[in-house]
Every structure is written in structure tokens, then in C-alpha cells.
């Protein structure tokens, strides 16, 4: 091919053409560089840019404080050994509106599973969710004595703990068919030893959170055999709500005698959610 000396650039061309292509690419040496490859490694670290300062992490831990300065009284329902000491819980104390007997032995399951054992196990579970969240835990009774205490006692327990909230776990002995929870809570009783004036409001209020948050952990419905579906119950006749000083309820956790909701009480992944409702239920009370 002949050759053609117009495709040979002179020097001063070549020259002028590189500082182009430096000015187009922000100038040769200047604070602008072409663009790395995405796998190319960097040679130096850049300088961060300035970032806010970060608030302090005190609240971290505070789901563990939520109920820090408040007591709770946990009444397990009867206990154990009452069964073996039948003329002792026979005895009647007075409970402002009449005389009952100190306690009972409780109910149980066809197949034997009482409910003192049932009561004594969603007690613990329930403590122990409490205590996670700071709260003052305070047992009426832990199996640790031959019998009882008697439904005044229990109640004075209450009372002399000053507890924020009270909750008497228990499980019902109704008919087969009859299934389902439900809360009892304080009627207004000013007799004898008793006047519920002060709590009857303030045990609504806990009952209705736990009736609420128990459904929702368990699953189950309220009872459909009282309180009218709602899953609460008033009552006038129960020494531990009538000598009861401060807020109050007993939580009736499914009925015993019927097949399906025993088979219920007897698995132990479902008293940890009758636990968690109870104290889901406990903790919007005391939180407000």
C-alpha cells in the first residue's frame, strides 16, 4: 500500500491531542480520576464523611424493665398435699359474707392430672415471665407446705405484699361440652371483714386485659357456658376476692372434665401460652 505521510501525526500535534483527552477526563493530575473497575482493589482508604453522633443505647435493655417496682402475687389454686389432709381444709373461716371451707383438693382430669399440679406449673411459667420483665414476684404458696393456706390467708398474702395485681390460677370442673376460659373477677361486697369498694373497678380492668391477652396467646375461646361469651364472671362468694384489698382475679384456664380442653391443660406448650396470655394480660394492666 503506497505510503501516506497525512496519517503520521507531527509532535506538536500528537502533544496537543493528549492534553484533550486529559481535559475531557478533569485534567491530567488534577482531584479526578477515571472510574476503577468494579473488582479493582483499592490503594488507600478514603476519609469517611462526618456521621451524626449516635444516641446512647440506655434503652436497650428495657423491655427487661417494664415492670421494674411492681409486684405481683401469684395464688397457685389449692395445693398438692391437700388431699392428704382433709380435716384440716375442712375447717371454715370467714370470708365477710359467709364461712367456707379453708380450701379444697381441687378438681382433675379423667385420667388423673390435677389441677394443683396443673395451677402449681402455669404459677412457675408465669413467675418466670414476670421476673423477666423486672417485676416483684411474690408466691402464695409453693408446694412447700403440708396443706393450703386457707382462702383468707391467701388473701391476706395480697395484701400484706401490697401487690399492683393479684391472679388466682385455677382450671374448672364443669361438664363435658362445656369448655373454654374465663376470668373471675370481685363483686362489690362491703360485709363482715369484707369491702371490695376500692377494687372492684381497678380488677375489671386486670381481668378484661387478661381475658383479652389470654385468648389471644392460648388460641381458645372464652367459656361458652357462663359470662355470656365475654369471659368474665362476677362472684360474691369467694373468700380470696372478698377479703381481697388490692386489684384481683382468679383465672379459671379451661374446664378439666372435658376431653378436648384437657388434652389442652395436660400439654405443656399450651401452659406456656396460658402463662404468656396471663402475663401479657398483667403487664397492659400494670403499663396502663
Known amino acids: 500500500m503506497p505510503y501516506d505521510h497525512r496519517k503520521i501525526p507531527t509532535r506538536a500535534s500528537a502533544l496537543a491531542g493528549a492534553l484533550a483527552a486529559c481535559a475531557v477526563l478533569a485534567g491530567c493530575g488534577g482531584a479526578s480520576q477515571p472510574p476503577k473497575a468494579a473488582n479493582a482493589k483499592a490503594t488507600s482508604s478514603p476519609t469517611p464523611a462526618p456521621t451524626a453522633t449516635p444516641e446512647p443505647t440506655r434503652d436497650k435493655p428495657r423491655a427487661a424493665r417494664l415492670l421494674s417496682g ?29 364461712r367456707k371451707e379453708c380450701d ?72 363435658t361440652g362445656n369448655r373454654g376460659f374465663h376470668v373471675i373477677l370481685p363483686a362489690r361486697v362491703a360485709s363482715g371483714a369484707a369491702n371490695t369498694s376500692k377494687i372492684v373497678g381497678p380488677s375489671r380492668t386486670l381481668g378484661e386485659a387478661i381475658a383479652r391477652h389470654f385468648a389471644l396467646a392460648t388460641g381458645t375461646a372464652p367459656a361458652n357456658y357462663l359470662g355470656s361469651g365475654s369471659g368474665l364472671d362476677v362472684r360474691k362468694d369467694l373468700g380470696g376476692l372478698n377479703l381481697s384489698t388490692v386489684p384481683k382475679v382468679f383465672v379459671e384456664c379451661g374446664n378439666m372434665r372435658d376431653p378436648k380442653d384437657a388434652a389442652l391443660l395436660t400439654d405443656a406448650a399450651w401452659r406456656q401460652k396460658a402463662a404468656q396470655g396471663i402475663a401479657d394480660g398483667i403487664g397492659t394492666y400494670l403499663k396502663g
Request: hydrophobic share 35%; with cysteine.
Open 70 to 98: 411492681r409486684t405481683v402475687v401469684i395464688d397457685p389454686g389449692h395445693n398438692p398435699d391437700n388431699v392428704q389432709h382433709s380435716r384440716e381444709i375442712n375447717q371454715k373461716v370467714d370470708i365477710g359474707t359467709t
Open 104 to 175: 379444697t383438693t381441687g378438681t382433675s382430669t379423667n385420667a388423673g392430672y390435677t389441677e394443683a399440679a396443673f395451677t402449681l406449673d402455669v404459677s412457675h411459667r408465669l413467675r418466670d415471665l414476670l421476673k423477666a420483665q423486672g417485676a416483684k414476684v411474690v408466691l402464695t404458696h409453693d408446694a412447700e407446705r403440708p396443706y393450703g393456706p386457707c382462702i383468707d390467708e391467701r388473701a391476706r398474702i395480697g395484701n400484706a405484699a401490697r401487690a399492683d395485681a393479684v391472679v388466682s390460677v385455677h382450671a374448672d370442673g364443669s361438664g
